[in-house]
């Protein structure tokens, strides 16, 4: 079994962790039966957030009585103290605990310091000394915000977009995590769905001893594919080595990661799924993709203003509005079956 220990705070759990984004999708019941089992199986490690509906409750209802065995790790994305507070009291009522093992600042567009006048990071320093919190910690989706968190010496983990398509700069930061005993929290490791060979994943992640991946499950089949991987962890091999090299080339440039730092768009277009449309198309089942629900949401890209706001805040510098444009018209050649997909 491979264990990862998240820097200084200590936590040591097993290189599978549960990312509980899409268990608010499904029924209460099948999530809890789901979060149960992840914990049967010996997974310990829960990451959720304030702003994922009710995935804390779901979480909460999972473990309740058996708090001390498990690590749970949330977030708020409050701008001020007292959304800050508001939030923690929820989460703690939610997840039916009195502390928190991670708290972190959810992707917040600069990195909260002492001082800076938002007075988020001093109460961070309060709820930790209530011990409502026991680790600080900050997710982003931005380089510099991230490389800022680690040169400040403030935070004692990072959670950050980490994948086998992971450029040089983000391998630098997973180095730089571990000079400064901070943990790596790796989100998105299947790159929102645009990896589709979960061991190969595995693989990746497993070349980092100090990177802990969350996988986001929402299907049992899903659950237990990564559970096989505790007693039997993939390791990089020539056949891992040549898919994650034809993934690159095939994803390399211009391809949406899905992240919705773009969003909201005051057209209403759902970017982070529509900008990828084509990928998702063939890279997974394209049923899912072909439901009259999601062809009205690639219907909106018509109503799109071109204000560029998306443009403006994407940390990957792509041309949006034209990415849409260009998934939009695939997309209606693949209705029209005049191309064929998965
Ligand atoms: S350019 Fe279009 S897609 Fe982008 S934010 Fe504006 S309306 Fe939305
Ligand atoms: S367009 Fe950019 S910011 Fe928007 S979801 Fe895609 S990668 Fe993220």
């Not at 264990?3 to 209460?28: C, D, E, H």
């Not at 990957?316 to 050649?333: A, F, H, I, S």
Request: aromatic residues 10%; contains cysteine.
């Amino acid at each position: 079994m491979e264990m990862v220990t998240l820097g200084k705070t200590g936590i040591t759990v097993n290189k599978n962790g549960f990312g509980a984004l899409p268990i608010q999708r499904i029924s209460t019941d099948d999530a809890v039966a789901l979060a149960r089992r992840a914990y049967e199986a010996g997974m310990t490690f829960f990451d959720t957030a304030r702003f994922y509906t009710d995935s804390e409750e779901k979480l909460g209802e999972a473990f309740e009585g058996m708090r001390e065995k498990i690590y749970i790790a949330t977030k708020t994305a409050a701008q001020n103290a007292e959304d800050f507070w508001k939030d923690l009291e929820v989460s703690l009522h939610n997840l039916r605990t009195d502390y928190i093992d991670i708290y972190q600042f959810h992707n917040p567009s600069f990195c909260p310091k002492p001082g800076d006048g938002t007075g988020l990071y001093e109460a961070m320093l309060e709820a930790k000394a209530q011990g409502k919190i026991r680790h600080i910690g900050i997710t982003n989706h931005r380089l510099a915000v991230a490389n800022e968190a680690i040169d400040s010496g403030l935070y004692e983990t990072l959670q950050f977009p980490f994948c086998y398509l992971a450029t040089e700069k983000d391998l630098e930061l997973v180095k730089k995590c571990k000079e400064a005993d901070m943990g790596f929290i790796a989100m998105k490791a299947l790159s929102g769905g645009l990896i589709n060979n979960s061991a190969a994943a595995y693989a990746f992640e497993a070349q980092y001893d100090n990177v802990l991946p969350i996988w986001g499950v929402q299907r049992r089949s899903e659950l237990e594919e990564f559970i096989s991987y505790i007693d039997n962890p993939p390791v990089m091999n020539d056949e891992i080595k040549a898919l994650i090299e034809h993934d690159r080339n095939e994803l390399s440039g211009e391809f949406c990661r899905g992240c919705g730092y773009c969003m909201p768009c005051p057209a209403g277009i759902e970017i982070n799924n529509c900008a990828r449309m084509s990928l998702m198309l063939r890279r997974a089942p394209s049923d899912a993709q072909l439901t009259p629900e999601m062809q009205a949401k690639m219907k909106k890209i018509e109503n799109c203003l071109h204000c560029n706001k998306c443009k403006s805040k994407c940390p990957y510098g792509l041309d949006t509005p034209t990415l849409l444009q260009k998934n939009y018209e695939d997309y209606k050649r693949v209705l029209a079956g005049e191309v064929s997909v998965k």
